[in-house]
Protein backbone atom coordinates (compact mmCIF):
# COMPACT_ATOMS: atom_id res chain seq x y z
CA UNK A 1 0.00 0.00 0.00
CA UNK A 2 2.78 2.25 0.94
CA UNK A 3 4.28 1.68 -2.41
CA UNK A 4 1.02 2.45 -4.28
CA UNK A 5 1.17 5.60 -2.47
CA UNK A 6 4.47 6.71 -3.47
CA UNK A 7 4.19 5.63 -7.18
CA UNK A 8 0.86 7.91 -7.12
CA UNK A 9 2.80 11.09 -4.97
CA UNK A 10 5.54 10.71 -7.85
CA UNK A 11 3.15 10.42 -10.43
CA UNK A 12 1.25 13.46 -9.57
CA UNK A 13 4.39 15.05 -9.39
CA UNK A 14 5.30 14.61 -12.56
CA UNK A 15 2.37 15.59 -13.59
CA UNK A 16 2.60 19.00 -12.33
CA UNK A 17 5.95 19.53 -13.15
CA UNK A 18 4.95 18.71 -16.75
CA UNK A 19 1.86 21.04 -16.47
CA UNK A 20 3.94 24.20 -15.59
CA UNK A 21 6.79 23.31 -18.02
CA UNK A 22 4.11 23.64 -20.47
CA UNK A 23 2.58 27.24 -19.06
CA UNK A 24 6.27 28.61 -18.69
CA UNK A 25 6.93 27.42 -22.55
CA UNK A 26 3.47 28.62 -23.73
CA UNK A 27 4.13 32.02 -21.91
CA UNK A 28 7.43 32.50 -23.61
CA UNK A 29 6.56 31.38 -26.85
CA UNK A 30 6.61 33.84 -29.68
CA UNK A 31 3.31 35.85 -30.69
CA UNK A 32 1.53 34.33 -33.45
CA UNK A 33 -1.49 36.20 -35.64
CA UNK A 34 -4.02 33.65 -33.92
CA UNK A 35 -2.42 33.70 -29.88
CA UNK A 36 -2.70 37.20 -30.78
CA UNK A 37 -6.34 37.90 -31.51
CA UNK A 38 -6.40 34.66 -28.74
CA UNK A 39 -5.47 37.05 -26.27
CA UNK A 40 -7.34 40.23 -27.36
CA UNK A 41 -10.62 38.26 -27.22
CA UNK A 42 -10.33 37.09 -23.91
CA UNK A 43 -9.67 40.85 -22.99
CA UNK A 44 -13.30 41.59 -24.54
CA UNK A 45 -11.77 42.80 -27.86
CA UNK A 46 -13.07 40.62 -30.99
CA UNK A 47 -11.30 41.41 -33.95
CA UNK A 48 -11.78 39.72 -37.52
CA UNK A 49 -8.82 39.12 -39.95
CA UNK A 50 -8.04 41.95 -42.51
CA UNK A 51 -6.07 43.09 -44.68
CA UNK A 52 -1.82 42.92 -45.52
CA UNK A 53 -0.49 46.04 -45.06
CA UNK A 54 3.19 48.05 -45.34
CA UNK A 55 4.46 50.31 -43.45
CA UNK A 56 7.84 52.07 -45.46
CA UNK A 57 9.05 52.42 -42.05
CA UNK A 58 8.80 48.47 -41.05
CA UNK A 59 10.28 45.59 -42.75
CA UNK A 60 7.81 42.79 -41.84
CA UNK A 61 4.77 43.29 -43.51
CA UNK A 62 1.50 43.52 -41.18
CA UNK A 63 -2.41 42.09 -40.62
CA UNK A 64 -5.01 44.50 -39.94
CA UNK A 65 -7.07 43.17 -36.94
CA UNK A 66 -10.56 45.24 -36.93
CA UNK A 67 -12.90 45.14 -33.69
CA UNK A 68 -16.59 45.50 -34.12
CA UNK A 69 -16.38 49.28 -32.60
CA UNK A 70 -13.97 49.77 -35.46
CA UNK A 71 -10.91 49.95 -33.89
CA UNK A 72 -7.68 48.57 -35.99
CA UNK A 73 -4.82 46.90 -34.77
CA UNK A 74 -1.49 46.57 -36.90
CA UNK A 75 0.14 43.48 -36.40
CA UNK A 76 3.47 43.34 -37.59
CA UNK A 77 5.46 39.70 -36.24
CA UNK A 78 9.08 39.65 -36.52
CA UNK A 79 11.14 36.13 -36.53
CA UNK A 80 12.62 36.47 -32.88
CA UNK A 81 12.01 39.52 -30.10
CA UNK A 82 15.62 40.73 -30.90
CA UNK A 83 14.53 41.99 -34.53
CA UNK A 84 11.27 43.25 -32.83
CA UNK A 85 13.33 45.50 -30.80
CA UNK A 86 16.05 46.53 -33.24
CA UNK A 87 13.02 47.97 -35.34
CA UNK A 88 10.50 49.40 -32.71
CA UNK A 89 13.24 50.90 -30.90
CA UNK A 90 13.28 54.05 -33.38
CA UNK A 91 9.47 54.58 -33.35
CA UNK A 92 7.55 57.11 -30.90
CA UNK A 93 5.20 55.11 -28.86
CA UNK A 94 2.82 58.32 -28.86
CA UNK A 95 2.53 58.29 -32.98
CA UNK A 96 4.34 54.82 -33.79
CA UNK A 97 6.27 55.78 -36.72
CA UNK A 98 10.05 57.36 -36.51
CA UNK A 99 10.59 60.42 -35.67
CA UNK A 100 10.91 61.70 -39.34
CA UNK A 101 7.40 60.42 -40.57
CA UNK A 102 4.26 61.77 -40.20
CA UNK A 103 2.11 59.34 -40.37
CA UNK A 104 -1.57 60.49 -41.75
CA UNK A 105 -3.53 58.23 -39.14
CA UNK A 106 -7.16 58.77 -39.37
CA UNK A 107 -7.48 57.84 -35.17
CA UNK A 108 -5.56 58.06 -32.31
CA UNK A 109 -2.77 56.02 -31.81
CA UNK A 110 -0.55 53.86 -29.86
CA UNK A 111 2.01 51.95 -29.56
CA UNK A 112 2.32 48.18 -28.02
CA UNK A 113 5.19 45.96 -28.40
CA UNK A 114 5.59 42.50 -26.61
CA UNK A 115 8.16 39.66 -27.41
CA UNK A 116 7.96 39.59 -31.21
CA UNK A 117 5.05 41.41 -31.92
CA UNK A 118 4.48 45.59 -32.58
CA UNK A 119 0.92 46.32 -32.25
CA UNK A 120 -0.85 49.91 -34.01
CA UNK A 121 -3.51 50.90 -32.33
CA UNK A 122 -6.08 52.84 -33.73
CA UNK A 123 -8.98 53.59 -32.33
CA UNK A 124 -11.10 56.59 -30.75
CA UNK A 125 -11.46 54.88 -27.46
CA UNK A 126 -8.74 55.42 -24.70
CA UNK A 127 -10.14 52.62 -22.80
CA UNK A 128 -8.56 50.28 -25.71
CA UNK A 129 -5.47 51.41 -25.71
CA UNK A 130 -5.17 51.21 -22.15
CA UNK A 131 -6.54 47.77 -22.67
CA UNK A 132 -4.91 46.23 -25.06
CA UNK A 133 -1.06 47.51 -23.46
CA UNK A 134 -2.56 45.85 -20.53
CA UNK A 135 -3.53 43.12 -21.80
CA UNK A 136 0.25 42.31 -23.70
CA UNK A 137 2.33 44.07 -20.41
CA UNK A 138 0.76 41.35 -18.26
CA UNK A 139 2.38 38.64 -20.31
CA UNK A 140 5.58 40.75 -21.04
CA UNK A 141 7.60 41.32 -18.54
CA UNK A 142 10.93 42.69 -18.01
CA UNK A 143 12.92 40.22 -19.68
CA UNK A 144 16.25 38.76 -17.81
CA UNK A 145 18.52 39.99 -20.79
CA UNK A 146 17.15 43.33 -21.37
CA UNK A 147 20.56 46.09 -20.27
CA UNK A 148 20.24 49.27 -19.27
CA UNK A 149 19.59 50.99 -23.02
CA UNK A 150 16.58 48.73 -23.14
CA UNK A 151 15.40 49.71 -19.89
CA UNK A 152 16.24 53.75 -20.70
CA UNK A 153 13.82 52.89 -23.57
CA UNK A 154 11.50 51.57 -22.26
CA UNK A 155 11.34 54.24 -19.71
CA UNK A 156 10.85 56.27 -22.06
CA UNK A 157 8.23 54.88 -24.06
CA UNK A 158 5.98 54.10 -20.70
CA UNK A 159 6.36 58.60 -19.96
CA UNK A 160 4.83 58.96 -23.69
CA UNK A 161 1.75 56.59 -22.74
CA UNK A 162 1.68 58.13 -19.45
CA UNK A 163 1.76 54.22 -18.26
CA UNK A 164 2.88 54.64 -14.34
CA UNK A 165 2.05 51.35 -13.75
CA UNK A 166 4.65 50.17 -16.36
CA UNK A 167 6.79 52.78 -14.77
CA UNK A 168 6.90 51.10 -11.82
CA UNK A 169 8.15 48.11 -12.78
CA UNK A 170 11.27 49.87 -13.97
CA UNK A 171 12.51 51.79 -11.23
CA UNK A 172 13.21 51.04 -7.51
CA UNK A 173 11.26 51.85 -4.70
CA UNK A 174 13.76 53.75 -3.49
CA UNK A 175 14.53 55.71 -6.14
CA UNK A 176 15.99 59.58 -5.93
CA UNK A 177 14.69 62.17 -8.91
CA UNK A 178 16.27 65.52 -9.25
CA UNK A 179 14.76 68.23 -11.27
CA UNK A 180 15.91 71.66 -11.62
CA UNK A 181 16.88 71.61 -7.65
CA UNK A 182 13.59 69.45 -6.41
CA UNK A 183 13.84 66.68 -5.29
CA UNK A 184 11.15 63.37 -5.00
CA UNK A 185 12.60 60.85 -2.32
CA UNK A 186 11.23 57.57 -3.70
CA UNK A 187 8.80 56.32 -5.93
CA UNK A 188 5.74 56.84 -4.49
CA UNK A 189 6.94 60.57 -3.74
CA UNK A 190 7.47 60.76 -7.40
CA UNK A 191 4.45 58.89 -8.29
CA UNK A 192 2.24 60.78 -6.30
CA UNK A 193 3.43 64.16 -6.49
CA UNK A 194 5.03 64.68 -9.70
CA UNK A 195 4.17 61.83 -12.37
CA UNK A 196 0.83 61.89 -11.55
CA UNK A 197 0.64 65.84 -11.58
CA UNK A 198 2.44 66.33 -14.70
CA UNK A 199 0.37 63.23 -16.70
CA UNK A 200 -3.28 65.27 -16.15
CA UNK A 201 -1.70 66.59 -19.76
CA UNK A 202 -0.84 64.38 -22.55
CA UNK A 203 2.76 64.24 -23.90
CA UNK A 204 3.78 66.92 -25.82
CA UNK A 205 5.09 65.84 -29.52
CA UNK A 206 9.32 65.60 -29.03
CA UNK A 207 12.23 64.39 -30.64
CA UNK A 208 14.23 61.62 -28.27
CA UNK A 209 17.50 60.28 -28.33
CA UNK A 210 19.25 58.21 -25.91
CA UNK A 211 22.95 59.86 -26.40
CA UNK A 212 25.03 57.83 -24.20
CA UNK A 213 24.99 54.47 -22.12
CA UNK A 214 27.80 52.69 -20.01
CA UNK A 215 27.32 49.40 -18.40
CA UNK A 216 29.40 47.54 -15.86
CA UNK A 217 28.54 43.90 -14.03
CA UNK A 218 25.93 45.40 -11.46
CA UNK A 219 25.87 49.30 -12.31
CA UNK A 220 25.35 51.54 -14.97
CA UNK A 221 24.47 55.03 -16.08
CA UNK A 222 23.02 56.77 -19.41
CA UNK A 223 22.16 60.43 -20.71
CA UNK A 224 19.48 61.42 -22.89
CA UNK A 225 18.59 64.45 -25.12
CA UNK A 226 14.77 65.53 -25.74
CA UNK A 227 13.30 68.73 -27.58
CA UNK A 228 9.52 69.84 -27.55
CA UNK A 229 7.44 72.78 -27.58
CA UNK A 230 5.25 73.96 -24.86
CA UNK A 231 1.97 74.66 -24.41
CA UNK A 232 2.49 78.12 -24.74
CA UNK A 233 5.15 77.74 -27.45
CA UNK A 234 8.58 78.37 -26.08
CA UNK A 235 10.82 75.64 -27.37
CA UNK A 236 12.08 73.27 -24.28
CA UNK A 237 15.33 71.23 -23.80
CA UNK A 238 15.66 68.45 -21.57
CA UNK A 239 18.68 66.26 -20.71
CA UNK A 240 18.32 63.50 -18.58
CA UNK A 241 20.81 61.54 -16.26
CA UNK A 242 20.01 57.72 -15.48
CA UNK A 243 21.92 55.65 -12.49
CA UNK A 244 20.85 52.03 -12.88
CA UNK A 245 21.33 48.89 -10.71
CA UNK A 246 21.23 45.45 -11.27
CA UNK A 247 18.88 43.63 -8.61
CA UNK A 248 19.55 40.32 -8.87
CA UNK A 249 18.43 39.42 -12.39
CA UNK A 250 17.10 42.52 -13.37
CA UNK A 251 18.09 46.46 -13.68
CA UNK A 252 16.07 49.15 -11.94
CA UNK A 253 16.38 52.67 -12.10
CA UNK A 254 17.48 53.95 -8.49
CA UNK A 255 18.24 57.53 -9.90
CA UNK A 256 16.95 60.44 -12.24
CA UNK A 257 18.00 64.00 -12.91
CA UNK A 258 16.10 65.86 -15.05
CA UNK A 259 17.72 69.48 -16.74
CA UNK A 260 14.91 71.40 -17.95
CA UNK A 261 15.82 74.66 -20.23
CA UNK A 262 15.45 76.46 -23.08
CA UNK A 263 17.78 75.57 -26.38
CA UNK A 264 20.67 78.25 -26.95
CA UNK A 265 20.13 80.16 -29.58
CA UNK A 266 22.38 79.55 -32.44
Known amino acids: MLKRHCRILICTCLLLSISATASALAENAAWSLQSIQDRLAS ?7 DVL ?5 LSAAGRVLVAADGT ?18 KLDPKRAAPANVQPSWLMPVSLVTSKNATLIVLSRD ?20 DGPEQLVRRFHEALQQRDVK ?12 FENGERNDG ?10 PEMQE ?4 SKWELVKV ?27 VFVLEKRTDRWKITALDWSVGRPKSK
Not at 53 to 57: K, R
Not at 166 to 177: C, D, G, M, P, W
Not at 214 to 238: C, M, N, Q
Open 43 to 49: AGIRTKT
Open 53 to 57: IHQPF
Open 72 to 89: EIQVYIYKDAAARERESA
Open 126 to 145: PAIHRKVADVFAATSPLEKD
Open 166 to 177: AIEKLVASELVV
Open 187 to 196: WADFRDNHLV
Open 202 to 205: PAPE
Open 214 to 240: KAGSDLAWAYTHETFTSPRGAPIVVWS
